[in-house]
């Protein structure tokens, strides 16, 4: 293609060539989101192991998880506006190469400190991917996909965590190795994904010769006031007019509690089955395995609700959102009921990680939604800040809980209140 040929891009009249780069930046950011989880969401795997070397408490444990969400939290502050201003391709492929680093880091703890340091450090890297990849999907792909769009991407996120539940369980259980090396080859996956995204990615249609698209804005009419009109905007002007948007702070609270129910699960789950009742019962699978349910359930779950939202209530993504989050509840209280070693857990699993962190298209989706392309870096990292720091705030409680309680299906009861929460505050994000 001639790359200074100017090929039109306007909605509903897309030219094959470029649907065809579309799906090639979708399936690029995809491809390298699909391995940025094994970059934090293998801890739980870790925390026996540690426990076992290093004698730390689930407390204390709790503590170095949240210091990796509170330092996400902020990095996605951060690097939101910062992916407005210098694009999403180079700082999602940076995240990559840096958290592999800080992985390896804290593959040689100690103790607290040097546990606790380099897994904050990792929290910031992190946050360098999920709001760079949608504000690049942003400038790619318009108003009437968008659901469609961060329902693949955040399925890409949600096999990321069957990616990092399966990784972890081959080092433990089927090579036979210590907990530091789940912090050490997992994370090489990742960092080959992030080099690729730099090389086959790119940050808008023009940077093919493609005109932009003409549908990146609001969705809603109502919302034009909270639309970027120039594309000349400093820092300060972008984080002030996303601040101003009431329904996205909303729903940036309501996506808080949302992402401690995801958090509880994804940490804790693997803690729970990987205990002294999970070693005899009914079960015929391996608890290490039955784990894996978790994340297939978000996967798939992640892919169904960005298609519900869009066809069933018509980009009423609240109405999906709220769905989702009363199915969650039900379905973990279903789980904190079963017996620890039943075989009907594996299904009850799958239910939770379907309808627990489902909503997270209809979420993502609505960052441009309420504020436009232009914006949707900051949009995107206001709402993952609130969500981390929420996620942050629980994982202390839980280990606190299981400390005093000994009883892990507690973190079941936890979840299903976070729902709950999650379902009431989302009912005022209204369209």
């Not at 493609?210 to 594309?231: I, M, S």
Request: hydrophobic fraction near 50%.
């Amino acid at each position: 293609m001639d790359r200074t040929q100017t090929i039109p891009a306007f909605a509903g009249q897309h030219p094959p060539v470029f649907r065809r780069a579309q799906w090639r930046m979708l399936l690029a950011v995809m491809f390298c989101y699909l391995f940025f989880y094994t970059g934090r969401q293998t801890f739980g795997f870790a925390i026996p192991g540690i426990q076992a070397e290093l004698g730390l408490s689930s407390t204390a444990l709790g503590w170095i998880s949240a210091s990796m969400l509170w330092a996400y939290a902020i990095g996605q502050a951060i690097n939101g506006n910062l992916t407005d201003k210098f694009g999403g391709r180079r700082l999602m492929a940076s995240g990559a190469v840096l958290s592999c680093g800080t992985n390896w880091m804290m593959s040689f703890g100690t103790g607290f400190l040097s546990l606790l340091m380099p897994w904050s450090i990792n929290g910031y890297f992190q946050a360098l991917g999920w709001a760079p990849g949608s504000r690049l999907l942003s400038n790619w792909w318009g108003i009437s996909e968008r659901g469609k769009v961060y329902g693949f991407y955040t399925f890409a996120a949600g096999c990321s965590s069957v990616l990092s539940y399966i990784t972890s369980v081959v080092i433990i259980d089927v090579l036979g190795l210590e907990w530091r090396w789940i912090f050490r080859l997992p994370v090489l996956l990742m960092l080959a994904a992030g080099i690729m995204l730099y090389l086959v990615a790119r940050e808008r249609p023009q940077d093919l010769g493609f005109e932009p698209l003409k549908d990146t804005g609001v969705a809603n009419p109502a919302d034009k006031v909270h639309e970027a009109t120039t594309q000349a905007e400093s820092s300060w002007q972008r984080y002030k007019a996303v601040l101003k948007n009431a329904r996205l702070l909303i729903a940036a609270v309501s996506l808080g509690f949302q992402n401690a129910a995801r958090y509880g699960l994804i940490i804790w789950v693997p803690v729970h089955f990987l205990g002294a009742d999970w070693k005899s019962g009914d079960s015929l699978i391996d608890p290490k395995w039955i784990t894996v349910a978790l994340p297939v359930g978000m996967a798939v779950g992640a892919l169904s609700n960005g298609w519900v939202s869009d066809k069933l209530f018509g980009s009423k993504r609240y109405l999906a959102v709220m769905l989702y989050m009363v199915l969650g509840a039900i379905t973990s209280i279903w789980m904190w009921s079963l017996p620890a070693h039943s075989m009907v857990g594996i299904f009850a699993l799958f239910l939770c990680g379907f309808f627990v962190y489902g909503p997270a298209s209809s979420f993502w989706a609505l960052c441009p939604d309420l504020v436009g392309a232009r914006r949707a870096g900051t949009a995107t990292g206001i709402m993952n800040f609130s969500s981390y720091l929420f996620a942050g705030m629980a994982e202390p409680i839980i280990g606190r809980i299981l400390d005093i309680t000994g009883n892990t299906s507690l973190i079941f009861m936890v979840v299903a209140v976070a729902c709950i929460c999650s379902a009431f505050v989302a009912l005022f994000v209204r369209r």
